[in-house]
């Protein structure tokens, strides 16, 4: 008898094993439920899916709501309005 080869398993996340339906209405569920539109770390840290995935999942969502632009995400938010050193909280020299 030959012996099968084992097969690396896909990494799971929360919703394996859910069939498409289900997972879009977890998804859903939960997006409305926020009081903000969801950025891709609150979707990679609740469901466990990559950042590919979550962008995907964030992408449909605008596109359900047809919104010509989406919110920033938690990476963006640290640039907007903020530039260079300033932003980080560092000082140049001779400042308190």
């Known amino acids: 008898m030959s ?17 498409t339906t289900r997972i879009v209405m977890e998804f859903m569920r939960w997006a409305v439920e926020l009081s903000d539109f969801p950025t891709v770390e609150a979707i990679v840290r609740h469901f466990g899916v990559s950042r590919a ?3 995907r999942w ?28 300033a932003a980080r909280g560092k000082h140049g020299a001779g400042e308190p």
């Not at 964030?58 to 260079?84: A, C, M, Q, V, W």
């Open 53 to 55: 995935t979550a962008y």
């Open 3 to 19: 012996e099968k080869k084992q097969r690396r398993s896909a990494p799971q996340h929360a919703l394996a094993g859910y069939n």
């Open 58 to 85: 964030r992408n449909s969502l605008g596109e359900t709501y047809r919104l010509e632009t989406l919110p920033p995400n938690e990476h963006e938010l640290t640039r907007i309005g903020s530039s260079g050193a």
